[in-house]
């Protein structure tokens, strides 16, 4: 069990009682899914990694190949540290019967009796659908088996509807949680970002980090292999994504920041409204090194409000679909 964790500040997750760090561990990428081949000694060191510096949130999901699996087995061999996480998971099914065995699936998997924050993942769209789902999420509730409920909000797009699709889970007072992409690149979520703190709904971020793309490892002219999602971007506009991750690089991630991981996670944390981000990485540098962000002075005002400005609208760009 790790024991050079250090304390780092935590939120309340909305009004569920729960705290959570400022950074949590989003598990896609370790469940070798989406993001090519992990093996199983890097995905134990990302989480360790992320432990040891501090870190609480967990962030998995049954469609994320291994994740839930590879996190159980890593929590069993570690007595003692399942009471000092917050887990969350995720489950896309609508069909009622099918939710209960997807729950089922995702405990066996994490080798727990109750998940902290269950969200629904892609949450549907239809209003009687959503309240049926809602209808047998909060019978999970009442059984025990999951403490809190959130709707993880659609990607890989962010658009007006999804923006109106937040308002409407906010609205139907029933969900805990929110997680919605939240990056310097995109940041039309922060429309709603004020009525989820007013209904005492969390905000996660995911997606900082723009798939790795504003790490600055891809130069133009990169491409991915076959099975990486990246590859849904076509070449052109990844070109011109990765043209704008240079000139943001260059004219931004300079003394006193280390490198432009840290400065947009930076970033992304001075949103006050924003509970937590969700990072990840493959191996524990690439996790030790996001983590570190945390550590990294704030981005100046007058900075932070040129960038916010520039970047209005700018989710066309990112938005791998046209939309």
Known sequence: MPTSAKNLEKRDLGRTGLQITRLGFGAWAIGSRGYGKVERGDAE???????????????????????????????QARPGLREKLVIASKLGMHDPQELREGLQTSLENLQVDTIDLMYLHSPPDDESTMNAVLDVFEEFQARGKIRAIGASVKGPNVTRHTVQLCRQYINTGRVDALQVIFSVFRQKNLEMFEEAENAGVAVVGRTALESGFLTGKYTPGHSFKEGDHRRRWSQEKLNTILQ??????????????????????????????????????????????????LHSPAVADEQFQALREHYRGFEQLLNPQDA
């Open 244 to 293: 704008e991750v240079e000139r943001l690089g260059n004219e931004h991630a300079k003394a006193p920041y280390r490198s432009l991981t840290h400065f947009v996670l930076r970033y992304v944390l001075e949103e006050p409204r924003l509970t937590s981000m969700l990072v990840g990485g493959k191996n524990a540098r690439q996790v030790e090194e996001q983590m570190s962000a």
């Open 45 to 75: 060191a990302a989480l360790e990694a992320y432990i040891n510096a501090g870190g609480n949130f967990i962030d998995t999901a049954r469609g994320y190949g291994d994740s839930e699996k590879i996190i159980g087995e890593f929590l």
